[in-house]
């Protein structure tokens, strides 16, 4: 199935420095998610995005609905420790979910 | 409520084992997926049901046989499998065509 271009594959941060990572796709979604995974545990939901141009906060984490609706952003303020893990986007077409390659974040204490 | 169930947490089977994955939610989502993911990369997705009937089977082999009881549970039933389907099995679900998809724990599976 398609798979989303994600970038970057991996950071490597300080802990306190703020996080942008973003996903671009071929096709239009009309729905957009962003998932944080731990080794071993399921995805993890932290945001979705239902409108083209919108702009989603949950805690320090913001995500963007590009206009295009070919792509979205993550933003992670003031990184922490526990934010260390695999990040990935996802597009919504009708009952299927096309995943991003994944962004790897390591936070440095 | 916004959990998926998995079990077992962790399987270990031979290659001529049967065994099954079991897969269940609460949140009257109609759409119920499974996936296998290796080591650092994205879920590729298995099969997807639709009103407990099977829409999407991405071409898996038939030694993985998908099962929907009814609108809560999912089951994926294993047999002869190889060493190269070792991997963490994810069940999700979701609305019919909009809204978010959760997913379960996941099961990590080893074949010997």
């Known amino acids: 199935g398609q798979q989303l271009n994600q970038s970057p594959q991996s950071m490597f941060i300080q802990e306190g420095e703020d996080v942008s990572m973003n996903c671009t796709s071929s096709s239009i979604f009309n729905t957009w998610l962003w998932y944080k995974q731990d080794p071993g545990e399921g995805p993890v939901l932290l945001i979705a995005l239902y409108k083209a141009g919108e702009l989603t906060s949950n805690g320090r984490l913001t995500a963007q609905f590009g206009i295009t609706r070919k792509d979205s952003f993550l933003n992670i303020s003031a990184s922490i420790p526990s934010d260390v893990g695999i990040y990935f986007c996802a597009g919504r077409s009708g009952n299927q979910f096309y995943f991003g390659t994944g962004t790897s974040l390591t936070v440095i204490p | 409520d916004t959990e998926v169930t998995q079990t077992p947490k962790h399987l270990v089977m031979g290659m001529t084992n049967k065994k099954s994955l079991k897969c269940e939610q609460h949140m009257g989502h109609r759409a119920m997926y499974w996936y296998k993911q290796k080591a650092k990369k994205p879920p590729e997705l298995m099969f997807v049901?639709?009103?407990?009937?099977?829409?999407i089977n991405e071409s898996v082999p038939s030694r993985f046989s998908p099962e929907c009881p009814n609108s809560s549970l999912l089951n994926l039933h294993l047999h002869a499998l190889q060493p190269e389907d070792s991997a963490l099995y994810l069940c999700?679900?979701?609305?019919?065509?909009?809204?978010?998809?959760?997913f379960g724990p996941g099961t990590r599976l080893t074949v010997l």
């Open positions: 049901y639709s009103y407990e009937k099977l829409s």
């Open positions: 999700a679900s979701s609305q019919e065509f909009r809204g978010e998809q959760f």
